[in-house]
């Protein structure tokens, strides 16, 4: 309904004020990305809230598993920067790709270091989901065995020639049993 939101803003702004509460502005940057969208224009553009230290046009910025120079910032009224201080949204482009909502934002000395921490993170997100979904699967086909349950295992075979698919095709087609029924998707 909204009732006691101005009481409460004014509550928060006092305790501030007596607490004396401040961010530190001195050093590189940090933040979280807020949202995230690929602009046909200007290309992966990420809206970062600067917690701590002071984000400049030019810095090297990681974002979870995108980074890259600051090549342009702007406020939220669309207006050029050169640089944010603690507690202002701006709009950074220049990244490598699109960040998700929620990746923490660190400027880092050089993009060398940068792009090495990007794609690890990158390897390590790729192998924890590959063996999640791994895992699934043969847990569930093997309890579907247990139960007598026929298990349909579904395969998208790619080859580099034509021929190559239609051996492997058959080569699964064969492999078929009563318990388990390959079927070949795509190719």
């Not at 980074?67 to 482009?93: C, F, H, T």
């Amino acid at each position: 309904k909204g009732t006691g939101v101005d009481e409460l803003l004014e509550a928060i702004l006092l305790q501030s004020e007596v607490l004396e509460l401040s961010a530190v502005k001195d050093g590189m940057a940090t933040g979280v990305v807020i949202e995230s969208y690929l602009d046909k224009g200007r290309g992966p553009v990420a809206t970062i809230l600067v917690q701590s230290g002071t984000l400049r046009r030019g810095d090297i910025v990681l974002c979870g598993f995108e980074y890259g120079r600051v090549r342009a910032m702007r406020d939220e009224n669309g207006k050029d920067i050169s640089e944010a201080g603690p507690s202002i949204p701006v709009e950074v482009l220049g990244l490598s790709g699109v960040p998700s909502a929620g990746d923490e934002a660190t400027v880092v000395r050089d993009e060398k270091k940068a792009r090495e921490v990007a794609l690890y993170r990158q390897g390590k997100f790729r192998e924890v989901k590959l063996a999640r979904q791994q895992k699934a699967k043969l847990e569930n086909m093997f309890s579907n065995m247990a139960e007598g349950d026929v298990a349909e295992l579904n395969v998208i075979v790619k080859a580099d020639v034509q021929g190559s698919v239609e051996a492997i095709v058959q080569a699964l087609q064969e492999l078929s049993t009563p318990e388990v029924k390959v079927n070949v998707v795509g190719s």
